[in-house]
């Protein structure tokens, strides 16, 4: 069975992308702040746009934005663009009211797919409904996209995403093992963050291997914490 191109988040997948799970800082924090905005919906604009380098945050910052938007529907650009029909699967997406695409720079170089998108978006911000795209570049530094889509998208909140810093990695460690309860001695988190992924979405991925691990164990030193990250990695 073909994998859907949209989906709704599982009540555990509601819990893991929950913005409130979130920590940003510098300009990572405006967009955390504007992605909150959109979820609570009022007098916010129909339009957002994140764009910055793999690992930033854009794909989890839009799954929370769909974790908090009820009906809200997600679309891997990635897989659509890999997709069969794709064209089609565009034209059904144009009556939702909350639509998130991930990853528009997959569509570089697909014409129709542009075009579709661009279609797609006056249907969508025409009837009332909201948006939200993420991409590698700013719509106006990004050569694929045609003048008439990089326009529409400028018409929005356009809002650069970076890479954490270490500094900005610790954070998001801590906060993530916080929420998981796992406490760990200042040796085994030093170890652990020169061991663990820098991207967003891996210190996620990280930390729920880490917990699966440990087997109940919530104190955890760097004897313990050695044996739990050398399995992992074997």
């Known amino acids: 069975m073909p994998r859907q191109l949209s989906f709704t988040l599982r009540t555990d997948q509601k819990e893991r992308y ?19 905005a959109f979820s609570h919906g009022g007098d916010t604009p129909p339009l957002l746009v994140l764009y910055g380098p793999g690992g930033s945050g854009k794909s989890h910052l839009l799954k929370g934005i769909a ?5 809200a529907v997600y679309v891997d650009c990635q897989f659509l663009a890999g997709s069969q029909s794709p064209l ?32 797609l ?13 993420s991409l590698e570049k700013s719509p106006a530094m990004s050569p694929f996209l045609p003048d008439y889509l990089s326009t529409r998208l400028l018409t929005g909140m356009a809002l650069p ?26 040796k085994a ?9 820098r991207s967003v979405s891996e210190l996620h991925d990280f930390v729920e ?3 699966a691990s440990l087997a109940g164990e919530k104190r955890i030193g760097l ?8 399995s992992n990695s074997g």
């Open 67 to 71: 974790a908090s938007c009820g009906g």
């Open 209 to 211: 291997k880490l917990e």
């Open 121 to 133: 978006f006056n249907a969508v911000i025409n009837s009332g409904g909201r948006m939200v795209f």
């Open 223 to 230: 004897q313990l914490i050695r044996r739990v990250l050398q």
């Open 88 to 119: 089609a699967h565009l034209e059904k997406l144009k009556a939702k009211k909350v639509l998130l695409l991930d990853g528009l720079h997959a569509l570089a170089g697909k014409q129709e797919l542009l075009d579709a998108v661009f279609h």
């Open 161 to 186: 995403l970076k890479k954490p810093s270490d500094e900005e990695r610790r954070a998001i460690l801590s906060k993530l093992l916080e929420d998981a309860q796992i406490s760990l001695t200042p």
């Open 18 to 36: 929950s913005l409130a799970r979130f920590t940003a800082g510098g300009k990572n924090r405006l967009a955390l702040d504007a992605a909150l």
């Open 189 to 197: 988190l030093g170890y652990t963050l020169e061991r663990s992924p």
